[in-house]
């Protein structure tokens, strides 16, 4: 019986092992061919592992029934060892002012991504703060046809943005 447990406990180690996610890397991140999916959804965005690769490439899928939402990158600079919700809380308006995203990506409830700035790599390491911006409640079309047609974020009515109801995120780029 005691010999038995052992040679149980490694087959079920060995079987456990070999059934693990196949949508996962070895080091059990979600990046497959440098491409991480990012699912999205009323106020939050899916599983995201804590680090990628440099070179990894975002890609969205919105599973909202109602809301658009969008991924937006920033990169923090070095010497901000702040964290993203205190970011969020005290400081959202400097870094939606203080420059270009790296990244925004758009996607109308069970719609395709439309890339509204650069094409989802992030390429240089660093830490990111990606968020969703989008007013509660605006109406898609009416936020897709204000990015198409203006220089900057689309000024449409709705309540707060997707990020004050915590969606927002840290990805860490090495």
């Known amino acids: ?28 991140s979600s990046v497959r061919d440098g491409v991480l999916e990012v699912v999205m959804a ?37 010497a ?33 991504q439309i890339d509204a700035v650069g094409d989802g790599v992030l390429s240089q390491p660093g830490r990111y703060v990606l968020l969703c911006a989008v007013p509660t409640g605006a109406d898609p079309d009416e936020y897709l046809h204000a990015v198409a047609t203006s220089e900057g974020p689309p000024d449409v009515a709705g309540g707060a943005p997707h990020f004050a109801h915590g969606m927002y995120a840290e990805l860490v780029v090495t």
Do not use: K, Q
């Open 42 to 78: 009323d106020f939050h965005y899916g599983d995201l592992p804590g680090e990628v690769p440099a070179g990894t490439r975002l890609t969205i899928g919105n599973e909202s029934e109602r809301e658009l939402h969008e991924l937006v990158a920033y990169r923090l600079d070095d």
């Open 1 to 28: 019986m005691h010999r038995t447990i052992p040679v149980l406990l490694l087959g079920t180690t060995l079987l456990l092992s070999s059934c693990g996610d196949n949508d996962a890397d070895a080091d059990g």
């Open 80 to 112: 901000d060892d702040r964290s993203v919700a205190d970011i969020i809380a005290t400081d959202v308006g400097a870094l939606l002012g203080g420059g270009p995203p790296v990244a925004v990506l758009l996607a109308s409830p069970g719609g395709e």
